[in-house]
Nanobody, 124 residues
Framework: QVQLVESGGGSVQSGGSLRLSCVVS????????MAWFRHVPGMGREGVAA????????NFADSVKGRFTISRDNAKNTVYLQMNSLKPEDTAMYYC?????????????????WGQGTQVTVSS
């Protein structure tokens, strides 16, 4: 069974940085495209960033371009989300997700495996 476990969330002030990690077990990590999503209560889940299985391709939501980067370490079965210049509107529960194909789209319905989430709170 594929399991995803996120960590690294927390509370920071506006302008600060956080790095989220997601460790994947029970599957073949280096064949998965990975993504980060975020969710604010009362709103839909937003795709934030995605990376292909061998890091050749990435994609970002317009709202985070230039501030967030996504990377992965296939030897550690881990995907990262480096978040810089954080804003209060980045406050959300952040989830990592995995799928077996790369399309470049960051759509919730395309991803099969999900973690439980890690909370990020940015104060002004």
């Amino acid at each position: 069974q594929v399991q995803l476990v996120e960590s690294g969330g927390g509370s920071v002030q506006s302008g600060g940085s956080l790095r989220l990690s997601c460790v994947v077990s029970g599957g073949t990590f280096n064949t998965y495209s990975m993504a980060w999503f975020r969710h604010v209560p009362g709103m839909g889940r937003e795709g934030v960033a995605a990376i292909s299985s061998r890091s050749g391709f990435t994609n970002f939501a317009d709202s985070v371009k230039g501030r967030f980067t996504i990377s992965r370490d296939n030897a550690k079965n881990t995907v990262y989300l480096q978040m810089n210049s954080l804003k209060p509107e980045d406050t959300a529960m952040y989830y990592c997700a995995a799928r077996t194909m790369w399309t470049g789209y960051i759509r919730e319905t395309d991803f099969r495996y999900w973690g439980q989430g890690t909370q990020v709170t940015v104060s002004s």
